[in-house]
């Protein structure tokens, strides 16, 4: 027993040591442990917002009934996007207008000829032609950029442009 004892008083300084070196690891570990749980608590603190006291299951089901609903709303625009999607499609969306002058004796460039197509280049040219006695506007069809009508070289110019506009 004396020889334990003796032992350790010349170890002392040593062992003072290796405690204070053991004490300082275990303060930096406490520091290190306090730092995780803190951010744990504000990560749960942030899951929890808005909860007032109600269980987890609680707070769970509630926000998979608000993607339930976000995914139904979802997929009624989807369908109300396609919907208007088609019926845009046979609506005008190019336009074209030339000006020109019809006859040689008239002053200025008061004829015109309007082409309206939509995204399958259907639609109608529209010529009003200006005279000095009498002035004629008519109208002509279009399907898949074609008339059936005989077109004025005006007309075939304001087609053309309309036809390779892009939408």
Known sequence: ?????????????YIVIGLVVLVIILL?????????????EKRYRKLMRGSNGKNLEELIVKYLDNIDNVKKESDDIKKLYSNLNSKVKNCIQKLSIIRYRAFEDVGSDLSFSIALLDENN??????????????????????????????????????????????
Not at 1 to 13: S, T
Not at 29 to 39: A, C, D, E, T, Y
Not at 134 to 161: F, N
């Open 28 to 40: 930096i570990m406490n520091v290190i442990i306090f730092k995780s749980l803190n951010r744990l």
């Open 122 to 167: 259907d639609g109608v040219i529209i010529t009003g032609i200006y005279g000095r006695d009498e002035s004629t506007t008519y109208a002509k069809p279009i399907d898949s950029g074609m008339s059936r009508y005989e077109l004025s070289q005006e007309e075939k110019q304001v087609l053309e442009e309309c036809i390779n506009k892009r939408i």
């Open 1 to 13: 027993m004396q020889n334990i004892i003796n032992l350790i008083n010349n170890l002392q300084l």
